[in-house]
């Protein structure tokens, strides 16, 4: 089984509950992927906490999580996500804050 597990607002709700969910579910042969809507080049804090830790990491680049696997061929069973939606739908950007670095808000 391929499960699909969100970062923000789910795995960093509770780290050491989801590093035993992830050990537990690989151990029993299933797949965790953690799929997130960052953009690549903000993962630094997602690779140093999961790197190795589940079976891959996919940044979306903002888009909707599943047509962005599906386009790729991959078809999760389970998802976990604290805001569903993001599943579905893209995060529209909102602009640039100061810095030059982009802002994102729903669409």
Do not use: C
């Not at 391929?2 to 299933?30: K, M, Q, S, V």
């Not at 979306?60 to 579905?88: V, Y």
């Amino acid at each position: 089984m391929l499960i699909a597990l969100d970062f923000d607002g789910t795995y960093t709700a509770d780290p050491e509950l989801w590093i035993g969910f992830i050990a537990a579910a690989r151990a029993r042969g299933h797949q965790v992927w953690l799929v997130t809507m960052r953009d690549e080049f903000e993962g630094a804090d997602v690779n140093r906490q999961l790197l190795g830790k589940v079976d891959r990491i996919v940044f979306t680049g903002r888009r909707a999580k599943l047509p962005f696997l599906e386009a790729r061929g991959i078809h999760p069973q389970i998802w976990i996500d604290d805001m569903p939606r993001w599943i579905l739908n893209d995060a529209a950007p909102a602009g640039l804050r100061a810095g030059g670095a982009l802002e994102w808000e729903s669409a």
